[in-house]
Structures are given as C-alpha cells and as structure tokens.
C-alpha cells in the first residue's frame, strides 16, 4: 500500500469518497491532505457548494490535493462536468512539504480512477474559474 518513492500510503476513504464524487455526485468537491504518512481525506464539499467554497478550503500555505467536480455548459447550452485533480503547492508553504506531496502525486492520482483534468497550482490564479472553463473544453 505504501509508495516506494515516498513511503506514502493512502487511505481506503480516499477513494471510496472519490468513487461517491464520481458516480452518484455525492459532494461538490473532496480537499485530501498527507498525514502521518498516509493520504487522507480533510474536507468534502456538499453538492450545493460552489467554486468559492472549495478554495476558502485549501490552506494558503500549506500543500493538499483535491477533486472538484465542475460543472458546465457547452456552447450549445448542454450541462456536462469534468472531475478535475489540483495540486495545490502555494509559494508559501514549507519545501519539504512541497516534496513530499510532489513525489506522491502520480501514486495518489492513480488510485483515483476517473480523474478527466489535473492542474497544479502554486497561487489561485493558476486555478481560476477561467482556468477551469478553458480546460474543461
């Protein structure tokens, strides 16, 4: 279960949280942070939050990742939703917590089956809702 680059493990409710996210639209969003060295889950969005409520939830100096299920419409007016992965590693925050989740990333995400879009973002404007809206096209 452990990572052999980094010794990280992940938590089971890491990705039955995600599998709820993804299937049946049970949150909005899921914050995860590192942990004595497992991935857990910190923070989940309910279906009614919003862009805004997701990221007053990451921490301006410290390291997470996290699932956002964005929601919009095409130019043809049809709702559709990609389920987007951030890492989240503002300027700010410690080196060594910059490392380790950067050498935990690719493991974490793989666990996570379903991600459409990942971003990784250092300050908020690097995940903006315009960010979103153009990636998600």
């Not at 279960?1 to 049946?24: I, P, Q, W, Y």
């Not at 923070?43 to 919003?50: F, N, R």
Request: hydrophobic share 35%.
């Amino acid at each position: 279960m452990a990572n052999a680059a980094s010794g990280m493990a992940v938590h089971d409710d890491c990705k039955l949280r995600f599998m709820e996210l993804k299937t049946k639209r049970t949150y909005r969003f899921i914050v995860y942070k590192i942990e004595d060295k497992q991935v857990i889950v910190e923070k989940l969005g309910e279906p009614g939050q919003g862009y805004e409520d997701f990221t007053a939830n990451l921490p301006a100096d410290e390291c997470r990742y996290a699932v956002y299920d964005f929601e919009y419409l095409t130019e043809g007016n049809v709702p559709k939703s990609r389920i987007f992965f951030i890492a989240w590693s503002p300027d700010t925050s410690r080196v060594r917590s910059k490392m380790i989740y950067a050498s935990s990333k690719d493991r974490f995400k793989r666990e996570l089956d379903g991600i459409q879009i990942e971003l990784q973002a250092t300050d908020p404007t690097e995940m903006g809702l315009d960010v979103f809206k153009s990636r998600a096209n």
